[in-house]
């Protein structure tokens, strides 16, 4: 993991070397290929549409001889108090206030998170589509039918790892009688959040109780499973060819290895101390769903936020807790995972996931993977902090560790993942502290044979996303 920043950095100085070299007529545009990646615009990139109605803006592409539809879906944000979240809690365990953290969140009326106060597509709200759903550019001389006339919307997309790519999708309002969806009929991703109590507003407990789940997602590429806020324990992958098994133990968070005052499950349950906790959000597709919660112990404002998308995961964490010794945040896998090869950027040879231990260079990956029969997970993990952070990959494989697993099965087979070994200061604006820290994890579900070239393209991808601008556009 590298500070975002550092990317950043080396990623304009490599755009600017690309650039240097390419041909000044570029005759011929080639079209943007990530087909797992999405194209996010917000209101303010799009002036036309902004504070305008959400559900009458539909997405087109031009085929090179049709209009045809394509899903897009528009999610609202504002910026509201984790105190409303955790429906105006007054007064959490060990002296953190909730109420004094304002955060730009997913908006729903379906938990205490409450809808956005500006029902109409305001500069915040995020319109979404997959970049394989775009097209050629249109030629003009006609619009999709069911479209206001005059309220198109060209959008461009490049790549900035390729050279003269682009691909274009248009937006329309539709017209008062057309009958026409903004899914588009389609449905990419299936996320049935299934609170085992009942009714989220009803029967969730925010304060000092488990709050059992069996909530799935499902696509035509992988699954995932959680059965409590934090308890993440199902990754199946079914890209491809991929056997389908579930390779995962569960996603785990600790302060160090073998120390289990403090983890997932103690997040989620009073086992060791207060636990408080409450969802911002749970939201289903056509083009992704969103899973965000907030609420670690005495970090009741530590918010994570799944991102799902039919062949890719986003999953960011925000620490907002006192200050802390160290931190890790890993992926541990199940005996399932069997047979597999773990490999990271360092190490991109890669070694057999078997419960036998392995010699794996430390350091600060820019990529992890796991692929085998089982299909293939590859992730780039950024990291965004205001302070120095000493940090390295932990890997473990071993079926009858030397370390006190805590939680979770009682085998580390192929564990991975980010470990903090420094201290890290408190990042709880609550307690009048400025500092923060920022992770995210995006996962690609794939089928078999995943290789440490396809993992470099991706991390590459990462850094330099896809570009979008939208124009006014007449035919
Ligand atoms: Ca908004
Ligand atoms: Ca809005
Ligand atoms: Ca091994
Ligand atoms: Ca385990």
Redesign the pocket.
Known sequence: MKKRAVLGVLACAAVAAVASVVPVNNAIAVPVTRASDPVVLTGADLPKFLNGLRPTILGFRWSGSAWQQIPIQVDERAVVSIGKVYNNMTASYYGSTPGLVNAPLYTTGATFTGNDPNAKFDSDDELVFMARDAGVAAPGGSQPAGTVVGSGVKVRITDPLVVGSESFVYLFRKSALAKLKQGAGVSYVNYTFKLLSGSYKLTYKIMNSANLENSKVTTASYKRHFSDRWLSDEISVTAGGATGVDIF??QKSQFAPGYCARSEDTFDTPIAGPSEGAFVINKNGPVRAIRSYVGANSGPSVQRTHIFYDRREDITTNLRVHAIPSVMDYF?Y?PAASGMTYRNSLNAAGVTIDGNPDSVVAGQPTWEQVTGAQGTVTQVGTLSASFATTLTNYYLDDSTPPIT?CT??G???GQSGLYITSALPCTDPSQGCADSLTTTRTIYYDAPGGTAATAALYSAGVVYGLQSVGTSWTP
């Open positions: 133990d569960r541990d199940s697993q979770g099965d085998y580390a087979y």
